[in-house]
C-alpha cells in the first residue's frame, strides 16, 4: 500500500509559479507511474501529467504543455510539478496518484490518491 501527501499549493497571480510536491510511503514507490490530476468546480477530474517509473518517461496534457513539468526523486519517494506562467483555468484542486502503467490517462487507471492540495490563481 501506499500513501500519498500534497503540498505546496496556494493563492498566486496570473503569469506566477508554483511548486507543488507529493510524497509517498511505501517501499513500492519507485516501481510506480505517478501522474497529477486536478479537478476544478463543476468538472471533472482530469490528468494534467504523468511520468514513468524510472522517471525517463513524461506526457502532458495539451493545456499545460510549455508551462508544467513533473519530476521524481526516487530515493526520496517523492514527485513534484513546477508550474509556470499560471492562469486562472489553472485554478484546481491538484492530486497525485500512482499507476501500475504509463501512460495512462485516465482517472480509473490510477490506483493510490492524495488529499489533494489547492492551487488558485487570481486574476
Known amino acids: 500500500q501506499v500513501q500519498l501527501v500534497e503540498s505546496g499549493g496556494g493563492l498566486v497571480q496570473a503569469g506566477g509559479s508554483l511548486r507543488l510536491s507529493c510524497a509517498a510511503s511505501g517501499r513500492t514507490f519507485s516501481s510506480y507511474a505517478m501522474g497529477w490530476f486536478r479537478q476544478a468546480p463543476g468538472k471533472e477530474r482530469e490528468l494534467v501529467a504523468a511520468?514513468?517509473?524510472?522517471?525517463?518517461?513524461?506526457y502532458y496534457a495539451d493545456s499545460v504543455k510549455g508551462r508544467f513539468t513533473i519530476s521524481r526523486d526516487n530515493p526520496k519517494g517523492r514527485i513534484y510539478l513546477q508550474m509556470n506562467s499560471l492562469k486562472p483555468e489553472d485554478t484546481a484542486v491538484y492530486y497525485c496518484?500512482?499507476?501500475?502503467?504509463?501512460?495512462?490517462?485516465?482517472?480509473?487507471?490510477?490506483?493510490?490518491w492524495g488529499q489533494g492540495t489547492q492551487v488558485t490563481v487570481s486574476s
Open positions: 496518484a500512482t499507476a501500475s502503467k504509463f501512460p495512462r490517462v485516465r482517472v480509473g487507471d490510477y490506483d493510490y
Open positions: 511520468i514513468s517509473s524510472s522517471g525517463g518517461g513524461t
